[in-house]
C-alpha cells in the first residue's frame, strides 16, 4: 500500500506535535516560519542553477508580502538584504546587489553626547543662560543694553509663567548678575522692566491660544434654524405665485 494512505495513529499524531519551543528561532518574525522554511530548505539545494531560481521565487513571494513597499526606492536591494539576513549568510546565491556581511550588521553607532545642563534656576531654561552667554561677548554700547533688558523682560516672563505671583524687578536683576558671573549688572540701575500685569496677561493670551488650536470651533445652530425658516417661507411665497 502507498505509504500517503496509511492511516495515522492519533498516539503518533500527538507525539509528533511541535511546540514553539521546541522550534528554531525566527531572524525576522515578521515574514513567518514558512518563509522561513523555504529559505532554509533554498541553502540545502546542492546545484547553483537551481538554488538561484529558488532564490528569485523566494524574492517575489517576500514582495507581494509587502504590496505597499514596491513603489518604495531600493525596495528590491531591501528584500535581498533580508533574504541573506534570514538564510544566517549562509546562502551561496547571485545577487544583483552587494551581499552584506555580518560584521556589517553588527556595527552600533557611536553613542551621542547629549548635553548635560543643571541649571540652578531650572524655570529659566537653557535659552536664557545662552543669550546672557552671548551678552557678555558683546561690547559696551546701546546694543548691549537693549539685548539685556530683552533678556531681563524674557526672565521676568518665564519666572510669573511658573511662578503665578507677583515678582520684584531686583529678584530678577540679582539672578541675571548671577547668572552672568557678575557681568551684567543691573542692580544699582533704574531701568523698568515690563508691569506684572501686563506679562501675566501676555501668559494667559498665550496659554488660551495653544489650548484653542487643539479644539473643533462649534457652530450655533440658531442661525441654522433661522436660515431654514426663511428658505421654507421663500418656498411658500414662490409656490403662492406661480
Excluded at 85 to 97: A, C, E, R, T
Excluded at 177 to 198: C, F, V
Amino acid at each position: 500500500m502507498n505509504q500517503k494512505y496509511i492511516k495515522e495513529n492519533a498516539n503518533d499524531v500527538v507525539h509528533h506535535l511541535e511546540y514553539n519551543a521546541e522550534r528554531s528561532h525566527l531572524i525576522i518574525p515578521e515574514y513567518g516560519r514558512h518563509l522561513q522554511k523555504l529559505i532554509d530548505q533554498a541553502t540545502e539545494i546542492e546545484d547553483a542553477e537551481t538554488r538561484n531560481k529558488a532564490a528569485k521565487y523566494i524574492i517575489q513571494v517576500m514582495g507581494s508580502l509587502n504590496p505597499h513597499l514596491r513603489d518604495v526606492p531600493d525596495f528590491q536591494h531591501k528584500l535581498w538584504d533580508q533574504l541573506f539576513i534570514m538564510s544566517d549568510f549562509k546562502l551561496d546565491v547571485q545577487s544583483p546587489y552587494p551581499i552584506p556581511s555580518r560584521e556589517v550588521l553588527q556595527l552600533k553607532p557611536d553613542a551621542l553626547k547629549y548635553p548635560q545642563n543643571f541649571p540652578k534656576y531650572r524655570y529659566y531654561g537653557n535659552n536664557i543662560k545662552y543669550m546672557i552667554d552671548v551678552a557678555n561677548k558683546w561690547e559696551e554700547g546701546e546694543m548691549k543694553s537693549a539685548l539685556v533688558k530683552v533678556i531681563a523682560n524674557h526672565m521676568k516672563k518665564s519666572y510669573l509663567s511658573w511662578n503665578k505671583d507677583t515678582v520684584k524687578d531686583d529678584v530678577i536683576f540679582e539672578h541675571l548678575y548671577e547668572l552672568s558671573g557678575g557681568k551684567l549688572n543691573l542692580l544699582q540701575s533704574s531701568e523698568e522692566l515690563i508691569n506684572t500685569t501686563d506679562l501675566l496677561r501676555t501668559n494667559k493670551r498665550m496659554s488660551n491660544k495653544t489650548s484653542s488650536q487643539g479644539q473643533p470651533k462649534i457652530q450655533s445652530n440658531k442661525n441654522n434654524k433661522g436660515q431654514g425658516k426663511q428658505k421654507s417661507f421663500q418656498k411658500n411665497n414662490n409656490q403662492k405665485n406661480q
